[in-house]
């Protein structure tokens, strides 16, 4: 029995050297301008996420979603995130294909993550994946800014709508849809015929 596990842990160093050879030589590939292996995009994905969860803080959006703190949202996002994560124009970053991994568009597909962890993203950055951690640029305020508009898309007031349309252009997705489902849902007056 002694035999057999001695077996498996040399098996599992033998492993793990020729693993971090293969890294440390160079014949890991790491070009930015081509499509990863599905399991490095799987492994990634899941330890950033993993990670999220056991280090990020569960705060509270210390700011309410005022008008005024949307709209400086909109401003803060566009100056600082519209290069990598698409503009609120709804049109893509001229990044986007350059980076690796790809930023989201995160007008065109909002985050649902809570706000906890949208906010710590923005704070800290994401390691290896071309997010910066903005916590030295901006102040913790404008991070909550920026945290409030992506997550409050689906829920802005007319007048933010407005404002959006007259500065940016195109609506937020989100409100395109409730206005359609709204139109959906409301029925054609009825018509009354006299004979």
């Known amino acids: 029995m002694r035999k057999f596990l001695l077996g498996i842990i040399f098996t ?41 969860e056991r280090h990020a803080p569960r705060l509270t959006n210390p700011l309410m979603p005022t008008d005024q ?8 996002y566009t100056m600082n995130c519209a290069l990598c994560h698409g503009g609120l124009d709804r049109k893509p970053s001229a990044l986007a294909n350059s980076l690796y991994p790809p930023p989201p568009n995160l007008i ?15 704070r800290t950055g994401v390691r290896y994946t071309g ?31 407005d404002y959006w349309k007259s500065s940016f252009g195109p609506a ?9 489902g709204e139109k959906k849902n409301t029925k054609p007056p009825e018509k009354h015929s006299h004979h």
């Open 12 to 52: 599992l160093i033998v492993l793990a050297l020729v693993g971090f050879g293969y890294l440390l030589l160079g014949y890991f590939p790491t070009e930015a301008n081509v499509a990863p292996p599905h399991f490095e995009q799987h492994l990634a994905s899941g330890a950033v996420d993993a990670s999220m």
């Open 69 to 76: 703190n949307l709209e400086d949202g909109m401003k803060l």
């Open 108 to 122: 065109s597909d909002p985050p649902d993550d809570p706000e906890w962890h949208i906010f710590y993203t923005i």
């Open 131 to 161: 997010m910066p951690a903005w916590d030295k640029t901006l102040n913790e305020q404008d991070m909550w800014k920026i945290t409030m508009l992506l997550s409050h898309m689906d829920k802005l007031s007319p007048v933010v709508e």
């Open 172 to 180: 937020p997705a989100a409100s395109e849809e409730k206005k359609e």
